[in-house]
Structure formats: C-alpha cells, structure tokens
C-alpha cells in the first residue's frame, strides 16, 4: 500500500503531467481538495478515494464542464415554466410556486419584464436570476441609449447567453443556474421566442418547456402545436394552460400566465381570467370526451 | 520679537535681506526658462492654425479651453476651428523659427455640404486643402466611403476625420457581423460621437456629416470633435458654408428631382469657391439613395465657371 505522501505524489504527478491548458486556472482551494480526497479508509480497509473527490481530482482540469452540468441539474429541479409564439402573440406560463400562508404573493414572481417588448421566464435557482435579469434590464437601456433602437430579442438572448457563457470559463466563479425563457417581439413586428442554457447556448423555438418535467411538456407541446392551435391569440393562451395543466397539480390556481401582443406591453393575466380560461377548457374537455361516447356508441 | 516684521511692507522687508545667487544659478535658470519657452511654443503652433485664417477664428476672444460658451452650438461655418482658442497671433510672429510645426494642413478651410430630399440626400464637397496662404493641394477627397450604403464628410483636421471614420467603418462592419443587419445612422454617428467624445478636450479637429439611407429612410447627422451631434435635414461645414447656405436655402425644395438635386448642390458648392479663398478645386457630389450611394460626378470648378458665366455674356 502507498503511504500518505506517496499517494499525494501521484496524485500531483498526475496533475503535473496533465496537457490541458486549464490546470493553471485552478485554485489552491481544488489542489487541496484533491490532497485531502486521498486519505480516505474505505470498508474494506483499502485505502480508496471517495468517488466524487476521485472524479474531482482525475477530472479537474475539466471541472468547469461539470459545474454546468451541475446547474443544468438545478434547473431541471426548478418549477416549470412553458413559453409559446403564435402569430401575433407570444404567451409565457409559469407553475406558481406554493407561497405560505404569511407570505406576500406579490413578491415572488418569475415572470419578468426585460424592456416594453421583451420579457423572460426562468427555471432554476431564484438568485442568479435576479443577478442575469439586472444586466439585461441595464443593456436593453444601453442599447436604446447607443443605437436609438430598442432591442432585438435575438440581441438581447444573445448578451445574456454570452454573460452566462463568460462564467463557465473563467476563475473562482460558477455558472448561472438557470434556463431562460425570453419572448418579444422585434422592431419589425416578428414575434420570437428563445431559450437560453447555463453553458452559454441559445437556440430560437416555437414552443418550448423548462424546469420540472419539461419533457413531458414539450412532448405535449410537439402533438399540439400545429398551426390552428395557434391561429388566434386566446387559441395560444389556452394551449399554454393546457400544457401546464399537464404537469401541475391543482389547476388553475398554481399557474401565472404573462402576455405580449403586438405593439403592447407586457400584461399579467390576474388569476380570475386563468380560472375561466381552465374552466373554458375543462368545459371543451368535457365536450370532446361526450362526442367519443357518442361516436362509439352509434 | 519676529511679529514687528509685519508692520512694515513687505518690499522693505524684502529688500532688507537680499537673496544672492551666483552666476551659475542665473545661467541655469536661463537655460531652463529657453528650454521650456521653446517647448511651449512648438506644443502651441503644433495645436495652433496661425496661418488658416480662416473666419472661424475670432481671435479678440480670450483664452477659452475645450468647450465653447455663450455661442450656439450650431456654429457651423465656425466649429471645427473653435475649440482650442489660444490663438493669439502675435506671439507667434517674429522669433518663430520652427517652420515644419506650420505647415501642418487643417481643412477648416473648406466647404462641405449634405441636404436630404425626397429621393434620398445630396453630398457635395470640395477638394481643396491650404496651409496657410498656400494651396497644399486642389484633388483632395474630403468624401470618405465608410460602407456601401454610409457616406462621412471630412472637415477640419484630415488625419483626425480619416482615422476615425475608418474606425467607424471597422465598427460599422463588425455590428453588422453580429446583428445580421445594418448599422442605422443613428446608430453608426452615435458610435463615432461616442468616440471622439473621450477625446474631447485633446485638440482632436473634425467637423463630419453622417449620411446614409436605413430603414427608416434617409439619414443625415453633422457630428463634430467636440461631441456635437445633430440630426438635420441640411448641413453646410467649413469656411465657405455661409456662401453655400445661401445658394441651398434659395433654392431647397422637398420635390426636387434628382438631377435638379444634384445641381443645386454643384452650384452651391461652385458659389462658395467663388468666393471662399480657401476653397476650390474640383466639386465632388455623392447622392445616397435606397440601394446605397453612387458617385454623380466630379467637376473642375472653372469648368464649372465658364459653364454659369457664358450664359449672362
């Protein structure tokens, strides 16, 4: 068995002989936490390494690839949110997380207005996005100021994706643990609808879904969507609930829907327009299944 | 006992005790005080026009450093000369025997001009560039293509207005890269404004006119060194603009057709060399429409002469 030291030797051999250009970036905190990954008794009275400081210290030179990997993993433990783009509309949904009984509602809002035309939703960790929300509210101001435009929604994705990208590749910080959602419409009228990753990547969607059972959401999403779906604005809102209805739990009360249409600003939807449009659908649920019944029965 | 000195006048006091220096301290301090003068002179006459006399200077102004006050900021006749006034002339009169510090070109003598109309906008300059009482040259572009569709008129300080419109090029292309689209031209004088801005102050000379065509139509902005930037429908820039003002404002029409266009701002330019010593050559004209902008034509200016005086014989 190697000794203590000897253990410690090769591991910082192992370090040394490293070709990755990452391994002067990283901090005296990580080297130290590889040293003292190595004494570890296992059961079996082997000397072993505890398998995530292993990991830590044969990877380390790729630890900022896991670090997104882990906010990816905070996202997806985040309450959904669902963003789609019909024509002259773009509608954003949220599950409503459940506030306590002495809580203010008012405060706790995913939904958030990035300029008149431009809003976002996010899943994952609260903090970071008020820190992300922030910078973009400031640069959709900057680029007002220094082009005499407002912002294209493709801009201003693609600033907050380089911010988060920015903090996957530099030292002693760790990526932003949140997806966002951003929806808008362009000068020209366009609407858009992007998603954005902690890595730093945007991709342009029709629909799309983020958060806690976001697959089961775009799946839903990839049947429904077809284009009479979408053909006037309440058909879009109604296809948003439904979608949400999908994954949350007690209906309409748990949902927060946010609003753009063309040349207007954002508008919330207060809760007693969800609760008719839920029942609206449930009424047409109820409608379609009578039709089937008939239908086999004749 | 020290108080009582205060009841006398300092003079006395001073005279009482004489401080005596040696030679070698005064030679020194000679020394220093030529080496110094020089020093500041050579900085002075680098900065200064003394021999553009052009009417931009109004030289029984005191000293004013950078900004200008009280006077509009729309002097445009006098605003690529005015912001380091330290134009006194005499100082620099007979002991001055740095001759390369003045031959240095300013185009504060000149006349440049852009009106926007109907069909898009008008650019027409002249070619010439003094120093002094000497013509350093009559085919001058003074019109720099910053893109396909942006034009940038060049008055004041050539180096400056070549410079930093080739950066605002460079700029142009790469916010084009990057958005997928054109640069306004809101947008591309804001950035050059926004440049010479951190600037200002350091003896930077330009006087240019943003012109193009974008997406909300024809665009014309007067952006000068000292961080004017102006959004305009006619712009004259130089020592001839007064004449040229004349000749446009008599004559500017919103209907105007293109070639009616085209010789207005000929004749306008033609009439401020007429005049204008410091301004002749030839007359270049540029009209900026929805495709871009497209080089009309480029007229010797006693051609151009005998071409409106034949008629009145």
Request: glycine share 8%; net charge positive.
């Amino acid at each position: 068995m190697f000794s203590l030291w000897q253990k410690c030797v090769r591991v910082n051999q192992h370090l040394r002989h490293c070709p990755s250009p990452w391994t002067h970036t990283h901090s005296r905190e990580q080297r130290l936490h590889v040293l003292i990954g190595v004494c570890y008794r296992g059961q079996t009275g082997r000397w072993a390494i505890n398998k995530l400081q292993k990991r830590t210290c044969m990877t380390v030179w790729n630890q900022k690839a896991h670090q997104v990997e882990y906010a990816q993993e905070a996202v997806k433990k985040g309450s959904t949110a669902v963003g789609i783009r019909g024509k002259d509309i773009v509608v954003l949904g949220v599950e409503k997380k459940s506030v306590a009984k002495l809580q203010e509602e008012r405060t706790v809002r995913k939904i958030c207005a990035l300029d008149e035309h431009v809003c976002m939703a996010f899943a994952g960790l609260t903090a970071d996005a008020r820190i992300v929300i922030n910078r973009a509210r400031v640069e959709c101001q900057s680029h007002r100021l220094t082009v005499e435009d407002p912002v294209t929604v493709e801009y201003i994705t693609r600033h907050i994706a380089t911010l988060k990208q920015r903090y996957t590749q530099s030292n002693g910080r760790r990526p932003f643990g949140i997806s966002a959602l951003i929806v808008g419409f362009d000068y020209d009228g366009t609407p858009r609808l992007y998603q954005t990753d902690p890595s730093g990547t945007y991709h342009a969607w029709k629909a799309n879904a983020i958060g806690r059972s976001a697959k089961t959401v775009r799946e839903f999403l990839e049947k429904n969507y077809t284009d009479e779906a979408i053909a006037t604005d309440n058909e879009a809102i109604k296809l948003a609930i439904k979608a949400l209805l999908e994954v949350v739990q007690s209906g309409g009360k748990n949902i927060d829907l946010a609003v753009i249409r063309r040349n207007q600003p954002l508008k919330l939807l207060e809760s007693k327009e969800i609760e008719t449009l839920v029942a609206e659908i449930e009424k047409e649920k109820e409608d379609e299944a009578e039709k089937k019944k008939q239908k086999k029965s004749t | 006992m020290k108080c009582y000195r205060l009841f006398i006048p300092y003079s006395r006091w001073r005279d009482a005790h004489p401080i005596v220096h040696s030679q070698k301290y005064h030679r020194r301090r000679r020394v220093c005080r030529l080496i110094s003068k020089t020093l500041s002179k050579m900085a002075l006459s680098s900065v200064l026009q003394s021999e553009s006399a052009d009417f931009s200077f109004n030289n029984d102004r005191s000293f004013s450093f950078g900004c200008r006050f009280g006077q509009t900021d729309l002097g445009f006749g006098a605003a690529p000369g005015d912001r380091l006034n330290f134009a006194i002339k005499a100082s620099l009169g007979p002991d001055d025997k740095d001759g390369p510090e003045r031959k240095i070109e300013f185009l504060h003598g000149t006349t440049t001009l852009a009106f926007k109309f109907q069909h898009g906008v008008i650019v027409a300059v002249d070619s010439r560039a003094t120093a002094g009482a000497y013509i350093a040259s009559q085919t001058v572009k003074k019109v720099i293509e910053i893109n396909p569709y942006l034009l940038g008129t060049m008055a004041g300080g050539a180096a400056d207005c070549s410079f930093w419109e080739r950066l605002l090029a460079r700029q142009c292309r790469v916010y084009e890269l990057r958005n997928k689209e054109r640069i306004s031209v809101a947008a591309a004088s804001k950035l050059l404004a926004n440049m010479v801005y951190q600037y200002k102050g350091m003896g930077l000379s330009m006087g240019t006119m943003v012109c193009g065509w974008d997406k909300r139509g024809p665009g014309l902005y007067y952006v000068d060194s000292e961080g004017n930037r102006v959004c305009g429908d006619l712009f004259a820039v130089g020592s001839g603009s007064m004449y040229a003002y004349g000749v446009v404002d008599s004559g500017l029409r919103q209907d105007l057709s293109v070639e009616e266009a085209c010789e207005l701002g000929r004749r306008a330019i033609y009439q401020a060399t007429y005049r204008d010593a410091y301004s002749g050559g030839q007359v270049n004209l540029y009209h900026v429409h929805s495709e871009g902008w497209t080089r009309v034509s480029q007229e010797d200016v006693l051609k151009l002469h005998h071409q409106y005086q034949e008629p009145k014989k």
